[in-house]
């Protein structure tokens, strides 16, 4: 529970500071990148000098909401305030960290069961379905919303909880969604955008490599890969793998589910699903990953079978 004295604090944090960074985390989805940029809009109303961080590039997807928008990678400025966004430790900032700790001031703002405080204020609420949000209720207590903030952050929302569809949903989820709705912006453009829009090759390589995914242990465990093969016969890049999974968990019987996305020779990200009674954070960790109950990841080197066999070993030990 997020309690109005974190909010005060942060307030304050931001009221006295001139230039400001935020921070979104390596390989970003709509849930970091669309809360930054919400953030960003929010805090330039108060007349600060605000910029967004992240190691990676920004979605193609979000373009309708941030086609004008930058994200920096560092410029070697020491900001008066730094504020990491749904980033659950240092690591998840990736190279961007370095302009994080030259900060005068720190913060983060994060939903995740993994947190590991790295700033000077932690705002924590793991039973948000995303870290927007978090940022809804804050940007509201300092009467900063408008609507292209809360189209943002009704964008990062719906892609970090299944458009309502994930267990993570609660009671305030849907409170929240509906004072969104009494905002002035197109939501089922929205939805449509961040939820459901694919091109051509994303589909295409989601065809390819479903069509070869694996069962095991009487299909209560599914692993589905994508090599860079994959993604050169498609024209796709690792960004485009996003909802792949969901193919998988989706499947009667499935409890987990990896996929596993070569980044590099020998190196390889995982996103894990789980079902009913694994806990994928906890399978995450192992790894030295984390996340939330149903949906969290990591990194593992090596080659892709030895990879595989760890994440098969690791997803048979907790079956009931």
């Known amino acids: 529970m997020i309690k109005t004295t974190d909010f005060d604090v942060l307030e304050k944090k931001i009221k006295r500071a001139t230039d400001i960074a935020l921070f979104c985390h390596i390989s ?4 970091t990148i669309c809360s930054a940029f919400a953030m960003k809009k929010a805090i330039e109303k108060l007349k600060k000098n605000v910029k967004v961080f992240c190691d990676d590039e920004k979605l193609e997807n979000l373009n309708f909401l941030i ?3 930058t994200l920096f990678k560092s410029d070697g400025k020491i900001y008066d305030l730094a504020i990491g966004i749904d980033s659950s430790d240092i690591q998840r900032i990736g190279n961007c960290s370095n302009t ?7 913060a983060a703002i994060d939903h995740h069961k993994s947190h590991v405080q790295y700033s000077s204020l932690s705002i924590l609420d793991e039973n948000s379905s995303s870290c927007s949000e978090i940022i809804f209720k804050f940007l509201k207590y300092m009467n900063l919303l408008d609507n292209k903030v809360v189209q943002l952050l009704f964008a990062g929302m719906i ?15 849907h409170e929240i969604a509906a004072e969104m709705y009494g905002y002035k912006f197109d939501v089922d453009e929205t939805i449509y955008n961040v939820f459901r829009s ?13 069509g070869k995914s694996k069962f095991y242990e009487d299909g209560q465990i599914a692993i589905v890969r994508m090599t860079k093969e994959d993604f050169e016969a498609t024209n796709t890049v690792l960004s485009d793998t996003g909802g792949i999974i969901s193919s998988l968990i989706n499947v009667k019987d499935v409890e987990i589910a990896f996929a596993v996305s070569e980044v590099n020779k020998y190196s390889y990200k ?4 789980t079902k009913k009674y694994i ?11 984390g996340g939330h109950v149903r949906a969290a990841g990591c990194r593992l080197n090596g080659h892709i079978e030895d990879v595989c066999d760890k994440l098969l070993k690791a997803a048979k030990d907790r079956l009931i």
């Open 28 to 31: 970003p989805d709509p849930d």
């Open 67 to 69: 086609a004008d928008e």
């Open 159 to 173: 892609a970090d909880n299944g458009c309502f569809q994930y267990s993570s949903v609660s009671k305030e989820t």
């Open 198 to 210: 694919k091109r051509r090759n994303v589909f295409d390589l989601s065809n390819r490599v479903l």
């Open 270 to 273: 995982i996103s894990i699903r």
């Open 279 to 289: 806990d994928a954070n906890e399978c995450a960790s192992i790894f030295g990953g």
């Open 100 to 106: 994080f700790l030259l900060a005068k001031d720190s």
